[in-house]
């Protein structure tokens, strides 16, 4: 009986044994090929707004794989998020467009024959503003518009962020109507009551209603960029206001207590 119990013992300490063995090998081999990664990708995060190198990896690898179809231009914006989630859900990862340590491992390991030929407009200081979004050609010189209007110092992110709330919160709207949107924005950076940055503010939790249900991400068109550079040129036809909403969908009774201004469209704008 000794001995049985003996014996039993000595083979659960074997598997364990192995066990142990064998996640330290899977740990092991994960450790290597990260670090034959390291060389295409930085330690770095790579998200929304980043620009560089690795936006440059990144796009050249998922367009080698067909899921990105935008300009290599070394900026992550909307489609090169959508790429990324894309990707992410194909092989079975969690889908939040943001390129850690591990979709960089699995996106190195599918694209080992990949090899960069584009040119990288990072380095020449000739990056399209509008390619990280999906625009290009059609755009024509609307984002050099909004660059030279751009007094407040934004960068061709936040510019193009802007572009894209304005499209998802009213494109349906008269033009004055998506200046006034795009002026409520600009009116919240130069709050103190409010983030900073036209990033901020329009990524704040339960600020705007295309960024909840994912319209923040459709492409916008020339209008909604034109609104954007009205805006920056100092049209607001809010009067300063914080806050707009639309009374036939709104569901927040504190809205209602806002002083309401000036009604434009389908939104009523408030402080």
């Known amino acids: 009986m000794k001995n049985s119990r003996i014996w039993i013992l000595i083979s659960i300490a074997i598997l364990l044994s192995a066990a142990v063995f064998a996640q330290g090998r899977l740990k092991a081999d994960d450790n290597t090929n990260l670090q034959e990664a390291l060389p295409t990708f930085s330690q ?3 998200k929304f707004g980043s ?26 914006g909307s489609k090169t998020q959508g790429a990324v989630k894309w990707f992410q859900s194909e092989f079975g ?16 390991n599918a694209t080992k024959d990949f090899r960069p ?20 050609a059609n755009n024509g010189g609307t984002n050099n518009n909004l660059a ?9 992110n936040d510019l193009r962020i802007m572009a894209n709330a304005v499209y998802g919160e009213a494109r349906g709207e008269p033009f004055e109507g998506q200046v006034a949107v795009a002026a409520v924005i600009i009116n919240r950076v130069k709050s103190p009551s409010f983030p900073n940055s036209p990033h901020g503010v329009i990524f704040e939790p339960r600020a705007f209603t295309a960024v909840a249900d994912g319209q923040i991400w459709l492409e916008p068109n020339q209008q909604a960029r034109k609104a ?21 969908t709104a569901t927040s009774e504190w809205i209602w207590t806002r002083p309401q201004v000036k009604t434009i469209g389908q939104h009523i704008f408030c402080m």
Request: proline share 4%; charged share 20%.
């Open 51 to 76: 620009t560089g190198e690795d936006v440059y990896e990144l796009q050249g690898r998922l367009k080698y794989l067909g899921f990105y179809h935008g300009k290599i231009d070394s900026v992550f």
């Open 228 to 248: 954007v550079e009205q805006a920056l040129n100092g049209w607001d036809p809010t009067g300063g206001c914080l806050y707009y909403f639309n009374p036939k």
């Open 93 to 108: 990862m969690k889908v939040d467009g943001v390129v850690g340590p591990k979709v960089k491992l699995k996106l190195y």
């Open 117 to 136: 030929t584009a040119p990288k407009l990072h380095e020449g200081g000739a990056a399209a503003g509008a390619g990280g979004n999906g625009g290009s």
């Open 148 to 156: 030279s209007s751009n007094t407040m110092g934004l960068s061709e």
């Open 44 to 46: 770095q995060t790579i």
